[in-house]
């Protein structure tokens, strides 16, 4: 087993780190605890409730630049990381290529994280690093998109379904707890940071 697969201690540190965010308490030092977990090299707590997040490119092996996003985004994270990798996907900028950071399959962390209305898509702001709420856009999609949350608990959940048993975790956490916990950080994140996200691009036009 690689030293970086999840393990009970990395689940139980996740665990604590949830039923302390439910009610309301600083989790940052819990997140970093008990790491790498998969590709997540580090947490780096940081003022104003919110971490850094270290992720080293699987191929690479490279130490990228923290990206910045609240505790709850945080927990979310590591969650949806129990069974797979977060990466990074290259997009070129004018002459630059910059990394977004993505979370299972075709998934940009932040429209996860934020989730967004329907009919609403998420976008960074000037600066690709800083995934808090109050420096994303909200965006009009081009053409109907799914739910990037929804799509996440499937995909995390068939990552599961492949990993749990041989990781010797389906004890400790059964397939309808951890959509439970999806589910619970999606509310929490959306209860305690949702209203700081920008206004959608027609009202904010009014």
Sequence with gaps: MSTNETTHETLKTVL?????????EPIAEDLADALPQKTIERIEPRADRAVGVRIREQ????????????????????????FTSP??????SGESELHYLYVLAGLPFHRVMVGGAPGEQIGLGPDHYDLRPQYLVVELPRRPTTSARLRAVRQAL????????????????????????????YALFDARLGHILRPPLAVAAE
């Design 87 to 92: 990466y990074f996907n290259p997009v070129k």
């Design 158 to 185: 068939a990552a599961y379904d492949l990993n749990a048993d041989r990781l010797g975790l389906a004890d400790l956490l059964s397939r309808e707890q951890y959509e439970e916990k999806l589910w619970e950080v």
């Design 16 to 24: 604590r780190a949830h039923h302390r965010a439910i009610l309301g």
């Design 59 to 82: 191929k690479s092996g490279e130490l990228r630049t923290a990206r910045v996003m609240p505790e709850l985004g945080g927990l979310m994270l590591r969650w949806l990381s129990l």
